[in-house]
């Protein structure tokens, strides 16, 4: 075999940094397309060669090197011939944490300063030619969200970078489908609120959620929002929501569910009377603008719309219960009221001192959710009823249901 294999990315980083490895990835020095298929490795993807391992499964990929060709992620012309080296390979990645070799006897390459930087928990571009790909702005983010909370901070110099490629418009030749890549996985990452807060320090955030990024500076009610400040509520919420449920659907509805105080006019400041509706079509509109999956954007859109209503479910009374559970179509999709309770309990734990408080709603909504389920519709069916008569019936049942257990548990 004449050519060289080395470990690289994320499984190199990760392991220096006592990160258990979940993929590994190895590039390939001084080989051809031909040699490896026959080697019996299975060739993927379009871009450039890349094969999959005949026994292992892991990914091969040939050293290259990108050419920028034109404006946006995608516009790059490879070379991947065999006279590639290593640090020409390692040159065009991102950070300088995913620009470490390793090969067979365990020794590193890093001529990029890699391990240097992971000890002094730096992100760092490799080169100038970081601002080649605009998708680097989200993926430096994303990165900051993982690692935040090991004392991982934005190099000055990256920043400033980051935000050339926002100040010449680069961000907008990123598709829909790569940016909700990128943030919904940043969603579930240990820190997520790092992310937008990355994303707002470089302009970002203004240019892919100004909807989001409108929210800071704007005051909420000092009594109910210690920490005041709308986007500050909102990136509690969305680490609380991370940390307690780590669903995507869960932290979507969060990231999205007060967008409608950045439409209060500033002489009502800081109450926000009808946020809720106000919100609805700027839900609508983000969950299009990224296409987002049906279901997330139908969840992110009951929260919105009915998250003040599960806060004050102890205080009203059974037939609004059972019109909050129609709202959300509680008995045919009752996962959905999972979804629900679990967002509005992020929304009012994740509040500066809140966290440790107890959310009584939500199990109280689950609760009546099952009793009015146990109405036996059978006997309903024997006494005759029918059509909208027997629909009218249930619901009369199911509300009776919902206030017998109300009054069991003395609410």
């Known amino acids: 075999m004449g050519f060289e294999v080395y470990l690289v990315g994320g499984a190199v980083r990760d392991d220096l940094l006592g990160i258990a490895v979940a993929d590994r990835d190895w590039v390939v020095i001084g080989a051809s ?7 019996g490795y299975r060739q993927i993807g379009n871009e450039f060669p890349c094969f999959l391992h005949p026994q292992t499964k892991e990914e091969y990929a040939l050293a290259r090197t990108e050419i920028k060709s034109g404006m946006g992620h995608t516009g790059f012309v ?3 011939g065999p006279e590639i080296t290593l640090e020409e390979d390692l040159s065009r990645r991102d950070l300088t944490i995913n620009a470490i070799a390793k090969n067979a006897a365990g020794e590193y390459v890093d001529p990029y300063g890699g391990r240097r930087d992971l000890k002094s928990r730096t992100l760092r571009h490799v080169s100038a030619a970081f601002v080649e790909d605009p998708l680097r702005v989200l993926r430096v983010a994303r990165f900051a969200a993982r690692y935040s909370a090991l004392g991982f901070t934005v190099h000055a110099d990256t920043m400033a970078l980051m935000q050339q490629l926002v100040t010449r418009g680069e961000l907008s030749s990123l598709t829909p489908e790569r940016v909700w890549k990128e943030m919904s996985r940043a969603l579930l990452e240990t820190r997520p609120s790092e992310f937008f807060r990355v994303l707002r320090a470089c302009g970002a955030l203004a240019v892919i959620l100004p909807e989001l990024d409108q929210l800071f500076g704007v005051p909420q009610p000092p009594l109910h929002h210690p920490e005041i400040d709308t986007g500050e509520h909102v990136m509690l919420a969305i680490d609380f929501a991370k940390q307690q449920f780590n ?14 105080k950045g439409l209060t006019a500033a002489d009502e400041w800081p109450k926000h009377i009808k946020h809720e509706v106000r919100g609805v079509p700027l839900v609508e509109t983000v969950s299009k603008r990224f296409k987002v999956p049906k279901e997330l954007a139908a969840v992110a859109r009951l929260v919105v719309e009915h998250h ?14 059972m019109r909050l559970l129609e709202a959300l179509d509680a008995f045919r999709r ?6 629900f309770t679990r967002a509005c309990e992020a929304d009012a734990r994740g509040r500066l001192g809140f966290d440790a408080r107890s959310y009584p709603q939500a199990k109280l909504l689950i609760h009546c959710m099952l009793e009015a389920k146990q ?5 309903l ?3 005759g009823y029918k059509g909208i008569k027997l629909a009218e019936q249930i619901r009369l049942m199911r509300i009776k249901a919902i206030a017998e ?3 069991s548990i003395k609410i």
Not at 33 to 39: A, I
Not at 375 to 379: A, R
């Open 375 to 379: 109405v036996e519709i059978k006997l």
């Open 334 to 339: 009752p996962v959905r009221v999972e979804y």
């Open 405 to 407: 257990y109300m009054a």
């Open 78 to 80: 490879c070379d991947f």
């Open 33 to 39: 397309v031909d040699e490896l298929l026959n080697l």
């Open 381 to 383: 069916l024997d006494q």
């Open 247 to 260: 669903s995507i659907t869960v932290s979507w509805a969060v990231l999205l569910h007060d967008l409608g």
């Open 308 to 321: 003040l209503r599960c806060h004050r479910l102890s205080s009203v009374k059974p037939a609004a219960i």
